[in-house]
């Protein structure tokens, strides 16, 4: 298992898809702190508070965007693992041997998780260096929101493993993507249901989170890392878009945990009961 996740980690530096998604970071990560600059300067001549508030709108909107980089990222490379390699023939060269099929796939899972948390990491790392540099902008909870950052892109990944053992390549990347978009609009629809005492649209974001919860995790860390704030009108930091009106619960992260390990797990008995 161990060897596979230290092939596939080397493998996909060499891919394309990370060498793109380096340098939409740094872009984007070159605009961000761009506009970061600018506001800053019209900081000075704001109320405190207001000021404090845009702050947190603008690091909001940065780990929402980043969190998507690290989305797609995390899709497109697990999305060929095991449906890519068998249809370029790879994988007949490999399953003969004497390599447990379940070693395969948790190994590749392994091998893309190590690369997606270091990634994730650094960016949310440049993302709060950026805004502690930029404003006054206190935040707290840091270490268990870049954990939820990190898990973010692991959970598409691991769906992602389970499309590419029952799936092929393409039909894995519409799958994954859709269901990525349908969290992306159920948050959204949450947070404008808490905000209008909706309990109709709550419900409904809230089960778009049971069917994917990548967005919930998103919705937690910006909680976590705003709700804390000596800002004294902390609800105005938590609307909009990119806000978290109605933070996830605990039980959701423990959904979260048992969701990865229940796909992983199909992914495992489908790739053992292939016929290759």
Not at 31 to 56: E, I, Q, R
Not at 253 to 267: E, G, I, K, Q, R
């Amino acid at each position: 298992m161990l060897t596979i996740a230290g092939f596939t980690f080397r493998e996909v530096l060499r891919k394309k898809v990370l060498a793109i998604a380096v340098v939409l970071t740094a872009v984007f990560l070159a605009l961000y702190g761009t506009a970061l600059h600018y506001l800053a300067k019209d900081f000075v001549h704001m109320n405190p508070v207001m000021a404090k508030v845009a702050a947190s709108q603008l690091f909001s909107a940065g780990l929402y965007l980043g969190g998507f980089i690290c989305s797609f990222l995390a899709i497109l490379s697990g999305v060929g693992s095991i449906s890519g390699e068998i249809e370029n023939g790879t994988m007949y060269a490999i399953v003969p041997k004497p390599i447990r099929r379940r070693d395969i796939v948790l190994g590749k899972f392994i091998g893309y998780s190590s690369m997606l948390v270091v990634y994730a990491a650094a960016f949310f790392l440049a993302l709060l260096g950026l805004v502690s540099w930029k404003t006054s902008l206190g935040v707290s909870g840091v270490a268990p929101a870049l954990l939820l950052f990190c898990l973010q892109p692991l959970v598409l990944l691991s769906v992602t493993m389970w499309g590419t053992t029952v799936l092929s390549t393409l039909g894995t990347g519409i799958v994954v993507f859709m269901l990525y978009a349908l969290a992306t609009i159920g948050g959204m629809i949450e947070q404008i249901g808490a905000m209008m005492r909706s309990a109709s649209l709550v419900n409904a974001g809230i089960i778009s989170s049971l069917i994917m919860p990548a967005d919930a995790l998103y919705r937690r860390l910006s909680y976590t890392l705003l709700a804390s704030s000596d800002n004294p009108m902390r609800a105005l930091e938590q609307m909009g878009p990119f806000g978290s009106q109605s933070p996830p619960s605990n039980a959701m992260l423990l959904y979260t945990l048992v969701y990865m390990t229940a796909a992983l797990s199909l992914a495992v008995r489908a790739f053992n009961r292939r016929d290759i």
